[in-house]
Nanobody, 121 residues
């Protein structure tokens, strides 16, 4: 019903920047929230940033001041601008979208396929 396609991951040196993008498509009636999680090997998946339907944003403490989440409502796209990257940011980044579709009353979370971000020291 809903698909998320991520792009923008890669290898970058510490202190560098990357911009991740995630585009949602499918039978979307409304988007309630958009955001990003990340998961490093052997660790739990943690929330990095989120943006609500009202445009309010939230960030993990580790991301505050360095990462910025934004959305383009016309394109159903969310982006994560990551600056001053650190080796600790190395992880697979997954975008998510909380939506209501034309065929379901539920507010349902869909996930992107993940994109690898590797920050070298």
């Amino acid at each position: 019903q809903v698909q998320l396609v991520e792009s923008g991951g890669g290898l970058v040196q510490a202190g560098g920047s990357l911009r991740l993008s995630c585009a949602a498509s499918g039978s979307i009636f409304s988007i309630n929230a958009f955001g990003w999680y990340r998961q490093a090997p052997g660790k739990q998946r943690d929330l990095v940033a989120g943006i609500s339907s009202g445009g309010s944003t939230s960030y993990a403490d580790s991301a505050k001041g360095r990462f910025t989440i934004s959305r383009d409502n016309a394109k159903n796209t969310v982006s994560l601008q990551m600056n001053s990257l650190k080796p600790e940011d190395t992880a697979v980044y997954y975008c998510y979208v909380d939506v209501r579709t034309y065929t379901s009353w539920k507010n349902t979370r869909y996930w992107g396929q993940g994109t690898q971000v590797t920050v070298s020291s």
